[in-house]
Nanobody, 125 residues
Framework: QVQLVESGGGLVQAGGSLRLSCAASGRTFNRNAMGWFRQTPGKEREFVAAISWTGGMVSYADFVKGRFTVSRDNAKNTVNLQMNSLKPEDTAVYYC??????????????????WGQGTQVTVSS
């Protein structure tokens, strides 16, 4: 079992930055591929970024490429999402997720076995 807790969300003006963190606990965290997803009311949860357990492979949704960076520190059991140049359309609840597999990384929600409770990100115009 893996427990995930997100933090770092909040209110920011357009063009600003936030850094989300996901703290993981439980068995063998450093062997889990990890992902970040987001969801707004009435919409499906959508993929944002993913990272392999070594950090050597990453993937981003097209709408965040060049603005967001995913990273992990297995020694600290954390996964981070640095979000720069934020836009009002980035407003959503952001979720951290873990696979039971270390690889490959995935953009599909159904490939993730563990989810955090989410953290709200609000970008004002």
């Amino acid at each position: 079992q893996v427990q995930l807790v997100e933090s770092g969300g909040g209110l920011v003006q357009a063009g600003g930055s936030l850094r989300l963190s996901c703290a993981a606990s439980g068995r063998t965290f450093n062997r889990n591929a990890m992902g970040w997803f987001r969801q707004t009311p009435g919409k499906e949860r959508e993929f944002v970024a993913a990272i392999s357990w070594t950090g050597g492979m990453v993937s981003y949704a097209d709408f965040v490429k060049g603005r967001f960076t995913v990273s992990r520190d297995n020694a600290k059991n954390t996964v981070n999402l640095q979000m720069n140049s934020l836009k009002p359309e980035d407003t959503a609840v952001y979720y951290c997720a873990a696979r039971t597999l270390s690889w490959p990384i995935s953009q599909a929600t159904h490939d993730y076995n563990y989810w955090g409770q989410g953290t709200q990100v609000t970008v004002s115009s």
